[in-house]
């Protein structure tokens, strides 16, 4: 077995796999299945300044090769994590905590990064798929100047590794990258999901009562994984890579694209116990190419 550690922006994780945000809850009935320490560690539930009930229902909808969420972030705000899930959390599991935060304007974000702060997470992931109240609506993290601006500002006031988590929805995501890098981020995470829509032929509605919602699962990992190449090509920072990881293999070959970090996410629904294939895979890999340390494959892809 071969040396699975990693240093990502100066916190150890022990091995490189991690959970996406949104799909691990808080991290109490995967552990059910099998004890958090297996994990480098997890992303918690996406955080809110206040509490939110989320979008009704239907919030899910399956698709031929992931699903369709619309679940609205439902949370119980970032003061009542930081109060009581989080203590708990850091007092039961001995593994890096990832909280995930989304706001409606810089304030907001700037004041869940300065709460978040004062507890043991490890990170800070910045979801900045959100809507700008302030300037039409626009999602933050399709405008590569709104972006520079938001993280640096939330930077000021973040005592935490700041992580910005980087939307597929756009033209150029390493415009949007390079702008959080310039920002101060400490590190990038993508992909986020994918809109899609799902449609009732005999209704003629959608199958969501959103009407959309992002798409995760197998069928986006192409692109992420041409994306995180794309951005590791881009910026010095390092990466968290996500989106549609379901084998030891997925996470090879999105490491080997660039990322440090690799999310499980969707997959996990089908399989919870699914990170004890995943290492176990891994380490066969490792052995088979005689890989002493898993960091020397970051980056490596050799092009045609």
């Given at each position: 077995?071969g040396?699975?550690?990693i240093?990502?922006?100066?916190v150890?994780?022990?091995?490189p796999?991690?959970?996406?945000?949104?799909?691990?809850?808080?991290?109490?009935?995967?552990?059910?299945?099998?004890p958090?320490?297996e994990?480098?560690g997890?992303?918690?539930?996406g955080?809110?300044r206040?509490?939110?009930?989320?979008?009704?229902?239907?919030r899910i909808?399956?698709t031929?090769y992931?699903i369709?969420n619309?679940v609205g972030?439902q949370n119980?705000?970032?003061?009542?994590?930081?109060?009581?899930?989080?203590?708990?959390?850091?007092?039961?599991?001995?593994?890096n905590?990832?909280?995930?935060?989304?706001?409606?304007?810089?304030?907001?974000?700037?004041?869940?990064?300065e709460?978040?702060?004062?507890?043991?997470v490890?990170?800070i992931?910045?979801?900045?798929?959100?809507?700008?109240v302030?300037?039409?609506?626009?999602a933050f993290g399709?405008?590569?100047a709104v972006?520079?601006?938001?993280t640096r500002?939330?930077?000021?006031?973040?005592?935490k590794p700041l992580?910005?988590k980087?939307?597929?929805?756009?033209?150029?995501i390493?415009e949007i990258?390079?702008?959080?890098?310039?920002?101060?981020?400490?590190?990038?995470s993508?992909?986020?999901?994918?809109?899609?829509?799902?449609?009732?032929i005999?209704t003629?509605?959608?199958?969501?009562?959103?009407?959309?919602?992002?798409?995760?699962?197998?069928?986006?990992?192409?692109?992420?994984v041409r994306?995180?190449?794309q951005?590791y090509?881009?910026?010095?920072i390092p990466?968290?890579?996500?989106?549609?990881v379901?084998?030891g293999?997925?996470?090879?070959?999105?490491?080997?694209?660039?990322?440090?970090?690799?999310?499980?996410?969707?997959?996990?629904?089908?399989?919870?116990?699914l990170?004890?294939d995943?290492?176990?895979?891994?380490?066969?890999?490792?052995?088979?190419?005689?890989?002493?340390?898993?960091?020397?494959i970051?980056?490596?892809?050799?092009l045609?």
């Open positions: 077995m040396k699975l550690e240093d990502y922006c100066g150890k994780f022990r091995n796999i991690v959970t996406a945000s949104g799909t691990f809850g808080f991290g109490y009935e995967y552990n059910d299945y099998v958090l320490e994990y480098g997890f992303a918690a539930k955080l809110t206040k509490e939110r009930a989320g979008n009704k229902p239907p909808a399956e031929p992931g369709l619309s972030l119980p705000g970032v003061e009542t994590f930081a109060k009581y899930i989080m203590p708990e959390l850091a007092k039961t599991f001995d593994t905590v990832i909280a995930n935060m989304s706001g409606n304007t810089i304030e907001e974000y700037a004041e869940m990064a709460i978040l702060s004062e507890t043991d490890a990170l992931e910045m979801n900045i798929s959100c809507p700008n302030k300037h039409g609506g626009l399709t405008n590569a972006v520079e601006e938001l500002e939330v930077q000021k006031r973040c005592k992580v910005v980087l939307s597929p929805n756009v033209t150029d390493t990258a390079k702008a959080a890098e310039a920002g101060g981020a400490d590190g990038v993508l992909i986020n999901t994918l809109l899609g829509m799902k449609i009732d005999n003629r509605r959608p199958i969501l009562a959103n009407n959309m919602g992002g798409l995760s699962g197998p069928a986006v990992k192409p692109v992420a994306m995180v190449h951005v090509n881009a910026v010095k990466i968290i890579g996500m989106g549609g379901a084998s293999a997925d996470v090879i070959e999105f490491m080997i694209a660039g990322a440090k970090l690799v999310a499980l996410g969707t997959a996990m629904f089908a399989k919870p116990d990170i004890l995943v290492k176990r895979e891994i380490n066969e890999y490792m052995d088979r190419f005689n890989i002493d340390d898993i960091n020397d970051i980056g490596t892809v050799e045609n």
